[in-house]
């Protein structure tokens, strides 16, 4: 039953598209929220997230139309949907796909978030620092806690270039740290 109630939300929101976009909500309401309202029952805002969630699991399909396994959950669809580009929500997916398959564990929103940052960083990665953290910065360096975290959302999410960004960070606290001693 939920799987057909999801799979019910998600045709609803395709639906909700094909009217807004055909604009076909104007043969009986002057705007698209009044049609939202007294048509569907909900808010405009609302119709347009349905929208969203329909397109970004719309977007995950393969070129024969299938999805091998689709997210079962609105709170894994909106961390797809911060990815803009279907083929980074593809990639995000099969990520996370990987990852359940490996791990045993279910796919988690958490772990769709940790994988949609580790591609948006992939899109756009920050500079990477060859200095140590100097003393009079008023950031401090990371923890051990910190890195291990990061490495934790780096293996959960398989994307190496988080370690090796980890990796050089240690081996920059070690060397500033012995040039301190």
Known sequence: MIEKGWKTFLEVGLALKKV?????????????????????????????RQILDAEVVDDLKAPN?????????????????????????????????????LTGRPATADLVTDVVEAIRGDADPPPASSHPPDETSASKPATAMDVIERLRAASRAQDWTIVDEVIEHLAALELYHQTTL
């Open 20 to 48: 807004r976009e055909s604009r076909l909500y104007r043969e009986d309401h002057d705007t698209w929220e009044a049609f939202c309202r007294a048509v569907v029952g909900i808010s405009k805002t609302e119709a347009n």
């Open 65 to 101: 139309g299938v999805i091998a396994e689709a997210p079962s959950s609105r709170s894994q669809v909106r961390a797809l949907a911060r990815l803009k580009k279907p083929e980074d929500r593809r990639e995000a997916w099969r990520r996370v796909c990987e990852t359940t398959e």
